[in-house]
């Protein structure tokens, strides 16, 4: 496997279901992020970890918890959504955090909340 | 309020074209500008531009930056079906710590056969 993968690529899930996205980054990069991309909306950060530690969690409700086990991979478990969190979440690494950087992207878990 | 306001939103052309897409931005502590492509999912990374005035060139694309005047071109000449993607343009704000990327909303480039 190379680059950024993402599983599942399709989830459909009801509204008090409990599931997680998984991430893991294959380029040897110390920086990983969740983004959620709506339709019509900009890329919108969810959360960064640098090194491990999560740097940035830009405002992102209670019901996404994100985990980081180790550089090479990023979960994110969800938990009560709301139909409005329907949309693609999109996992990026970069070498480090920071503006030096460019990320490079996975293909996205396209959520569905029913 | 957007920080990175993309023009056209949609654009249609005919294979053999030129297009220009722009990217204007207005952040705090700019860093650098990020273009990607996105094909059905996941973006790929296209250029990064930090320096004004210096262009950036891979293959039928290129791509320069203005920071004075706060926008970026990204140009395909030659356009065939295969550019037809949506374009995304991203910058690095340094008001965090580490920075945060902030996204426009794309370009939906379409190249009709």
């Known amino acids: 496997e190379t680059g950024v993968t993402q599983t599942p690529r399709h989830l459909v899930m009801g509204m008090t279901n409990k599931k997680s996205l998984k991430c893991e980054q294959h380029?040897?990069?110390?920086?990983m992020y969740w983004y959620k991309q709506s339709a019509k909306k900009p890329l919108e950060l969810m959360f960064v970890y640098n090194f491990k530690e999560q740097t940035e969690n830009n405002s992102v409700p209670s019901r996404f918890s994100p985990e980081c086990p180790n550089s090479s991979h990023l979960f994110l478990h969800l938990h009560t959504l709301q139909p409005e969190d329907s949309a693609l979440y999109l996992c990026?690494?970069?070498?480090?955090?920071?503006?030096?950087?460019?990320?490079?992207f996975g293909p996205g878990t396209r959520l569905t909340v029913t | 309020e957007d920080k990175v306001v993309q023009s056209p939103l949609s654009l249609v052309v005919h294979e053999g074209d030129t297009v220009t897409l722009n990217c204007s931005y207005e952040v705090t502590n700019f860093r650098s500008l990020l273009w990607y492509k996105q094909e059905k999912k996941a973006p790929t990374f296209l250029f990064m531009l930090?320096?004004?005035?210096i262009e950036k060139k891979s293959g039928r694309l290129s791509s320069i930056l203005d920071k004075k005047e706060l926008f970026s071109i990204l140009n395909i000449t030659a356009t065939q079906t295969g550019d037809s993607a949506v374009y995304l343009c991203?910058?690095?704000?340094?008001?965090?710590?580490?920075?945060?990327?902030?996204f426009g909303r794309g370009t939906q480039l379409t190249v009709w056969p």
């Open positions: 991203a910058v690095y704000d340094r008001g965090s710590t580490l920075g945060r990327l902030y």
């Open positions: 990026a690494s970069s070498q480090a955090a920071g503006s030096l950087y460019e990320q490079y």
């Open positions: 930090t320096s004004s005035g």
């Open positions: 380029l040897g990069h110390n920086a």
